[in-house]
Each structure stands twice: as structure tokens, then as C-alpha cells.
């Protein structure tokens, strides 16, 4: 135990002393905790550039129109009663979408007709077409109905049934807290696997000898600040930016360490096939977005073709990224994700096995 304690120890000593360690392993999880969030903090589009075209010019036209101007999702850059006009705004880029209000909508309504308001959008931008059509649609529906309570008496006429849109696991539909809960366990991810490559590739340059107290010492001190990382990340970052979190804290805290046993197991393997600190990062630069993009977090895997799909579900990092969104923003119950675990479990001895194999049984030194 003491010969572990000492090597525990010396694992944070190398960490620290080495800058470039110290900063993937530390330093690069603190700046990407703010960086990530940062970038994506206003979360939405919003004042969006439109064109109104008022044909009527009526009083409902100029209560569309105030109600239209208190929207967040638009700013109305100009109001004209020239469709052609606005359309020339939109081809130049000046204006994303334009509103039509016909010159018969109040007659329309009030004979019980549901036709008559145009909504066109550019198309450059679905992001945008989204924030502005949901920008429009609500304000403009509000104002009708408004205003064909007046005529309830004398028309048939009653809005369309309202299609509320309630996100479960993202209240504010934002960029940020949806890509960000998925980056964060990558982060952790590539961090663990380029630091404790260039920690296991400094010593074979060093001709340092990494007996099995060594190799578990340094393992146990990276395990260490790849949990703080991951506490971190899902409690302090998550719970400053707002981002939801905290769904199921046990499972969290039961998932957590297992992640990290599974990534340290998978880069010592990893780092046994390397020749130079430098390699690692090599791999990380064209790994990372594929890594991403086949967790199933940015494109769905039913939309992937069929061994793409497979790939991506063998990938410890898809169970990793969907297991903490499943735990930390949907609250998922802990019995669901243990299978995931068993398997990252699983992975992760059966990497420490045959990293143990070729760094210290079969080499003593290396």
C-alpha cells in the first residue's frame, strides 16, 4: 500500500510538472467548461430581420403589426404595402421572412374565412426559418383570436386547435443546452485519452521502469481528476450556464466512475501502441467530430445507414454521451442505464487486461 500511495503521488507530480499534461488533463477542462457555453449562450436567434407587407393597412393590420413588434424571435426592418418590394428584400439578403397581411383580412374573418395571411421564409438558415416562424405564428394568433371574439355572435368562424410545443428535457429549445450535455462527457473523453497517452509515452522515453503498483498509481491519480472533471462539468458548469441537470444525482455519481475506469483502461491499451507523445494528439484532431457525430446526439441513428448505426452503438463514447443525457437532463430511472454500464464495465477490464499484458508483463520496461 505504501509502495501504491507513493506512486499515487508521483502520478500528480509528473501530471503537474509536465505543462503540456497539466494542461490537457486540467487546464483544458476548465476553458472548455466556459468556452463551449459561452458560444452558445443566447441559446436562440433572435431579432431576426422581416419585411411586413400591409395591404390592408386596417386597425387588426396595425394590431397584427404591434404584436408582431413585441416578438423577441423578429425585428421588423420595414412595413410596405409592395409585396414585390419586400420580395427583393428577401432575394438580397436584407430580410429573412415576409408577413402578408391581405387587403381582405378583416372581411375574410368575419365571414368565417381561414385563408388570407402569408407567411413566406428564406430557406438559407432553417434555424432562423424556425425562430421566425414560431415568432410570427404565436404573435399573429393571439391577435386573431382576439379579435374574432368580437364576431362570435355573428360568425362560425373559431381559430384552429393551438399546437403548444412543451420541451421535456430542453425548456428553452437552446442550442447551448442541447450540445452542450453532449460535448461534456467527450471532453472528458479526449482529454483523459491524450493526457494519459502523453503521461504513459514520457515515461518510455524516459526509460522509467512501470511496474504494476506504477501503472495503477498512475492510473488512480488520473481516475481522480477525471472524476473531479466529470463533477465538475455535470454539477457546477451545467448548474451556471442553467443548462438542466441533476435528473438522477445516484446515477450520475454511480455512472461516473465507471466512465472513467472504461477510458483510462481503453488509452493505456491505446498508448501501448504508440512510439511518441505526439501520436495522441494526432489521433484526437480527426476522431473527435466522428466520435460526436455517431453518438447519435447531432443526427439520429435511425437516419444513419445500417453500419454506421453499428459502429456508433459499439463505440463506448455513444453509450457514454447518451448514458449522462439520459441521467442528467431526463432523470432517467438507474435500472435503465445498467446495461450501458456492464458494458463500458466490460470494455474497460478487458483494455486494462491487455494493456497490462503489453506494458508490464511481456516489456518490464519500456
Not at 500511495?5 to 467548461?33: P, R
Not at 399573429?140 to 379579435?147: F, G, I, K, S
Not at 461516473?256 to 472504461?262: A, D, G, L, R, S
Amino acid at each position: 500500500m505504501k509502495s501504491l500511495w507513493f506512486y499515487y503521488l508521483q502520478g500528480f507530480k509528473d501530471i503537474v510538472s509536465h505543462g503540456a499534461i497539466f494542461t490537457t488533463l486540467i487546464l483544458s477542462v476548465l476553458f472548455y467548461s466556459f468556452f463551449y457555453p459561452t458560444a452558445y449562450q443566447a441559446q436562440q436567434a433572435e431579432a431576426l430581420p422581416i419585411i411586413i407587407v400591409d395591404e390592408e393597412q386596417s386597425n387588426l393590420s396595425t394590431r397584427i403589426i404591434g404584436q408582431v413588434a413585441q416578438s423577441p424571435n423578429v425585428e421588423i426592418e420595414a412595413i410596405t404595402g409592395n409585396f414585390a418590394e419586400a420580395k427583393q428584400w428577401v432575394e438580397s439578403q436584407k430580410a429573412d421572412g415576409i408577413l402578408l397581411l391581405p387587403d381582405n383580412l378583416s372581411q375574410s374573418l368575419r365571414h368565417g374565412e381561414t385563408g388570407g395571411i402569408g407567411l413566406y421564409l428564406s430557406t438559407a438558415n432553417f434555424l432562423v426559418t424556425k425562430q421566425i416562424g414560431l415568432g410570427l405564428a404565436t404573435s399573429v394568433e393571439q391577435t386573431l383570436a382576439d379579435y374574432t371574439e368580437r364576431f362570435g355572435e355573428v360568425s362560425d368562424f373559431s381559430p384552429a386547435l393551438s399546437v403548444h410545443q412543451i420541451p421535456l428535457f430542453n425548456p428553452l429549445s437552446g442550442y447551448g443546452s442541447y450540445v452542450f450535455p453532449a460535448v461534456a462527457p467527450l471532453i472528458i473523453h479526449q482529454t483523459i485519452l491524450l493526457g494519459l497517452s502523453m503521461l504513459i509515452l514520457v515515461y518510455r522515453e524516459r526509460k522509467i521502469e512501470l511496474n504494476t503498483n506504477a501503472l495503477i498509481g498512475m492510473c488512480l491519480a488520473v481516475f481522480t481528476i477525471g472524476c473531479l472533471g466529470c463533477f465538475y462539468l455535470f454539477g457546477f458548469s451545467f448548474w451556471l450556464f442553467d443548462y438542466p441537470h441533476g435528473g438522477n444525482l445516484f446515477g450520475m455519481l454511480l455512472a461516473v466512475p465507471v466512465f472513467i475506469y472504461t477510458i483510462i483502461g481503453m488509452t493505456c491499451l491505446f498508448a501501448s501502441f504508440l512510439d511518441l507523445p505526439e501520436r495522441a494528439g494526432h489521433v484526437i484532431v480527426f476522431t473527435s467530430i466522428p466520435l460526436f457525430f455517431l453518438s447519435g446526439a447531432a443526427w439520429p441513428h435511425a437516419a444513419m445507414p445500417l453500419w454506421m448505426q453499428v459502429v456508433g452503438e459499439i463505440l463506448p463514447s455513444t453509450q457514454i454521451v447518451q448514458m449522462f443525457i439520459q441521467l442528467n437532463q431526463m432523470g432517467v430511472p438507474t435500472t435503465l442505464i445498467l446495461p450501458k454500464l456492464l458494458y463500458l464495465g466490460m470494455i474497460g477490464s478487458l483494455c486494462f487486461f491487455l494493456a497490462y499484458r503489453r506494458l508490464i508483463s511481456n516489456c518490464g520496461t519500456f
